[in-house]
Structures are given as C-alpha cells and as structure tokens.
C-alpha cells in the first residue's frame, strides 16, 4: 500500500513539474518574440528652420509607413518644400510641383486604419476623393480628429522637434496658404537614435482646411 500511495505522490509531483516547465517554456518564449520585435525607425526632416523628428508607425501602419520610407530612403523628397501652412491646424509639404497638386506616380495608397487619432504631432498623408496621396504628408497642430472618420490615417508622430513644427506653422503665408518664402526640407533620413537635447541646446549656433 505504501509503494502505491509513493508511486501516485511521485507521479503526481512528476506531473506538476513537467507543467511547470512547459509554463516557464511558453512565458521564455513569448519573451524572445517580444525582443525580436522590430522597433519602428525613426526619421530626421531637416528644413531650413531646423530639424524634426519622426517615429515612422512601420509596425502598426505599414502601407502608408513602407510608402513614406520608401521615398525617405530614395531621397524622394529631399529639396522639396511645405507648401502648404495653415496656422492652428497643419502644415503640409511632400507635393515635388509644390503646388498641392502633385503626386510621385498615378497610384494612389489603399486605405489604412491606424491604431492613433489624428492630434497634434501626428503625421499623415494627405488625400482628395481619389484616395490617399503617395506622396504628399500632413503634420497635425492641433486636435484634429475629425479627420478619423474620413479616412486619414496617421502613420508617424513627431517624437522631438515640435518647436520647429510651429515654427513653421508660424510663418507668414500667401495666396493658397503658401509660405511667401519657402519652408525647405534639405534632407530626410533614418537615424539610429534621437540627438540629446541638452547638448543641442549649449551647442554654438551656426552662421487649412481639410489637408487635400
């Protein structure tokens, strides 16, 4: 009888443990396809007012993310301007007429749901009744999330450099909300890390409505 109820106890605690193990098995795992997880890049715009910086959605949108860096990365929209300002509400460039109603190629970008509202410091591209534009991007002032509902998608945010945004939202403009002198991206590209702030700023200086 004895034998028995230890034959029962040890396969018992034989059991449990082999549970045991496959827990700490599956929660080792779901660790590792946590790391392995891609952070989205990030994308320095320097303009002739300074630099910003966005954290590109790549894993959240990726249509509408994979487009704008795939542009990023063939200089697409190096020298190109922000046409478009409209103060307390966007500013809008990417258009390489620098009219609004350019476009990098006739296809236009598939509709996207993205998981972040339309505020102040996200990013999207702008769209008319034919869809999304594959080119032309908007950067919210304010809360604009009204545009939700009509189908923008944002795709970034800016992550550091939000003084430089309103820097330009701030200047003067003309006919058409266009900046009576040009705001100009001199060059978009990834970076690995966001500058430090602080170093930046001890640093010596050196010598409308709906987006379309």
Same mark, same amino acid.
């Given at each position: !009888?004895?034998?028995?109820?230890?034959?029962?106890?040890?396969?018992? %605690?034989?059991?449990?443990?082999?549970?045991?193990?496959?827990?700490?098995?599956?929660?080792?795992?779901?660790?590792?396809?946590?790391?392995?997880?891609?952070?989205?890049?990030?994308?320095?715009?320097?303009? *002739?007012?300074?630099?910003?910086?966005?954290?590109?959605?790549?894993?959240?949108?990726?249509?509408?993310?994979?487009?704008?860096?795939?542009?990023?990365?063939?200089?697409?929209?190096?020298?190109?301007?922000?046409?478009?300002? %409209?103060?307390?509400?966007?500013?809008?460039?990417?258009?390489p007429t620098g009219t609004g109603s350019?476009?990098?190629?006739?296809?236009?970008?598939?509709?996207?749901?993205?998981?972040?509202?339309? !505020?102040?410091?996200?990013?999207? !591209?702008?769209?008319?009744?034919?869809?999304?534009?594959?080119?032309?991007?908007?950067?919210?002032?304010?809360?604009?999330?009204f545009l939700d509902k009509q189908k923008?998608?944002?795709?970034?945010?800016?992550?550091?450099?939000?003084?430089?945004? *309103?820097?330009?939202?701030? %200047?003067?403009?003309?006919?058409?909300?266009?900046?009576?002198?040009?705001?100009?991206?001199?060059?978009?590209?990834?970076?690995?890390?966001?500058?430090?702030?602080?170093?930046?700023?001890?640093?010596?200086?050196?010598?409308?409505?709906?987006?379309?």
């Amino acid at each position: !009888m004895f034998r028995r109820i230890l034959s029962v106890t040890l396969m018992i %605690v034989l059991i449990a443990g082999m549970a045991f193990a496959q827990d700490k098995v599956a929660e080792s795992a779901k660790k590792v396809e946590k790391s392995m997880t891609k952070k989205n890049p990030i994308v320095e715009i320097k303009t *002739n007012l300074g630099s910003f910086y966005l954290e590109v959605f790549e894993n959240e949108t990726p249509v509408h993310a994979k487009n704008f860096l795939s542009k990023v990365d063939a200089g697409k929209y190096d020298g190109l301007t922000f046409h478009r300002v %409209v103060a307390g509400f966007v500013i809008q460039g990417g258009d390489p007429t620098g009219t609004g109603s350019g476009s990098m190629g006739e296809d236009r970008l598939a509709d996207e749901t993205s998981p972040y509202p339309q !505020m102040p410091g996200t990013v999207a !591209m702008a769209r008319s009744q034919m869809g999304a534009s594959n080119c032309q991007f908007y950067v919210n002032l304010k809360d604009n999330t009204f545009l939700d509902k009509q189908k923008f998608s944002s795709f970034a945010k800016v992550v550091q450099g939000m003084d430089v945004v *309103n820097k330009i939202a701030a %200047v003067p403009v003309g006919a058409g909300d266009k900046p009576t002198q040009p705001v100009t991206m001199i060059k978009l590209s990834r970076v690995d890390k966001l500058p430090d702030v602080q170093a930046a700023k001890v640093a010596p200086k050196k010598d409308a409505t709906e987006p379309k």
